[in-house]
């Protein structure tokens, strides 16, 4: 089983901020992950796959890097529909394992 | 426009059974891998299985295994979990998601039903 380490579980940031959000893994999986966002009583979007390729229709204010075992997910300049929850999630191998969540809060 | 609308929750007693079903439409079902995936109340997400396109593979988390079926009816345009000898660890909400082919990621969900397992 692959652990995932995901900091920090909250984040409290300003409109226009940039924040960013880590996930650390227990073993290398190459670039085999995504990132999610949730809002309150919605279902996850995806936003992020192959750890920096974004998801058609989401904005470039969000990006990510890494591979191996330390990924970062960035919101450039944060704005309110940004406040939300972050997942990360690897699927290198089975069984495909999400990162505790980060919660983003208005400061 | 792709579309998942998951439905079947409900409260069911520890011991008791369920079926869940996901209604998709506006994507070629059959080419796409397809996963539940669940959510306790204030907690985290949870991979609970996934099946391929033509139903070669199947996998499930250890949580469920032996207890949770998934299967699907690609003429239907329809996914289903049957999930046997609930548990009020169960209790979660349940979302059902496509995924691209050949890998496990989730690019679209459903909204989303209640499963609430207790006496």
């Known amino acids: 089983v692959i652990w995932m380490t995901q900091s920090p579980s909250l984040l409290s940031a300003s409109t226009g901020d940039r924040v960013t959000i880590s996930c650390r893994m227990s073993?290398?999986?190459?670039?085999?992950l995504a990132w999610y966002q949730q809002k309150p009583g919605k279902a996850p979007e995806l936003l992020i796959y192959a750890a920096s390729t974004l998801q058609s229709g989401v904005p470039s204010r969000f990006s990510g890097s890494g591979s191996g075992t330390d990924f970062t997910l960035t919101i450039s300049c944060l704005q309110s529909e940004d406040f939300a929850t972050y997942y990360c999630q690897q699927y290198y191998s089975f069984p495909w394992t999400f990162g505790q969540g980060t919660k983003v809060e208005i400061k | 426009e792709v579309q998942l609308v998951e439905s079947g929750g409900g409260l069911v007693k520890p011991g008791g059974s369920l079926r869940l079903s996901c209604a998709a439409s506006?994507?070629?079902?059959?080419?796409?891998?397809m996963n539940w995936v669940r959510q306790a109340p204030g907690k985290g997400l949870e991979w609970v299985s996934s099946?391929?396109?033509?139903?070669?593979?199947?996998y499930y988390a250890d949580s469920v295994k032996g207890r949770f079926t998934i299967s699907r009816d690609n003429a239907k345009n329809s996914l289903y979990l049957q999930m046997n000898s609930l548990r009020a660890e169960d209790t979660a909400v349940y979302y059902c998601?496509?995924?691209?082919?050949?890998?496990?990621?989730?690019?679209?969900w459903g909204q989303g039903t209640l499963v609430t397992v207790s006496s």
């Open positions: 073993q290398g999986i190459s670039s085999y």
């Open positions: 099946i391929s396109s033509s139903s070669s593979y199947i």
């Open positions: 506006g994507f070629t079902f059959s080419s796409y891998s």
């Open positions: 998601a496509r995924g691209p082919s050949g890998v496990i990621l989730f690019d679209y």
